[in-house]
């Protein structure tokens, strides 16, 4: 990699909530090289020549400086009646214009971003597959901060979200498909100890013919699906 070009790059968005224009830092792709990849997504990625970890993670929320509405690029552009003035009432009158969230982020401030956009989407009644993916998103920061309590409190947030954009079909309408969604709710649920969860949305899948995009996730939904059978079996024994 160059070490001359900045990992990251301002990029222009406008505001959902007010139209204000702002800049908000980003990480440029070639910079996001995955070392490794968890069983839930979670990637570790390559520090950079500089031996700093550029992640993604930390700019996957914009957080406007003019009123404090914060979003993902999945937002719903789209505000159901009363939603925007419940959003200024709630969080914009007691915002104090801070604009370092456009700038370069350390992961306390990545979390509170989060934190913002949870709060935001949840008055803004987003669609669970949005607040699913704030959720997960914000456990994984919990993860590398070894911070095991609330990265456990805000994966059981993403599966409900997840487990309700199953079932209410919201996530169609993303790029999350049903075979990565049915995968990804299996394998939070194996986490949690929730094996007949787990297997029943693993076996929602795992003899699905293979299309080539979710190939991955069938594979991964066999191989949990195979495991946890052999350790139900050794239990019986």
């Known amino acids: 990699m160059n070490s001359d070009i900045d990992p990251l790059y301002d990029k222009t968005t406008k505001c959902l909530l007010c139209d204000h224009k702002f800049h908000t830092k980003k990480v440029r792709s070639r910079f996001s090289l995955a070392r490794s990849m968890e069983t839930d997504f979670f990637t570790e990625y390559i520090h950079d020549t500089n031996g700093k970890n550029i992640n993604p993670l930390l700019y996957y929320v914009n957080v406007c400086p003019s009123c404090g509405y914060s ?13 925007k003035e419940a959003i200024m009432e709630k969080i914009t009158t ?20 989060y934190k913002l956009a949870i709060l935001a989407g949840s008055i803004k009644k987003e669609r669970p597959i949005v607040m699913a993916g704030l ?52 394998e939070l649920h194996r986490q949690f100890g929730n094996f007949q969860k787990a297997s029943q949305f693993f076996s929602k899948i795992i003899h699905i013919k293979q299309p080539m995009k979710d190939r991955l996730f069938i594979e991964l939904a066999r191989d949990q699906w195979y495991d946890m059978a052999k350790v139900n079996r050794a239990k019986k024994v």
């Open 135 to 186: 959720h997960m998103r914000l456990s994984w920061i919990y993860r590398t901060l070894e911070m095991t309590e609330e990265e456990t409190r805000f994966k059981g947030y993403a599966l409900e979200q997840y487990e309700k954009s199953y079932f209410q079909g919201d996530f169609q309408n993303s790029s999350m498909s049903a075979i990565r969604l049915s995968y990804l709710i299996g």
């Open 71 to 83: 979003y993902s690029d999945e937002a719903n552009t789209y505000f159901l009646s009363g939603t």
């Open 94 to 113: 007691h915002w104090k214009g801070q604009d370092y969230f456009c700038d370069v982020r350390n992961k306390k401030v990545a979390i509170d971003s």
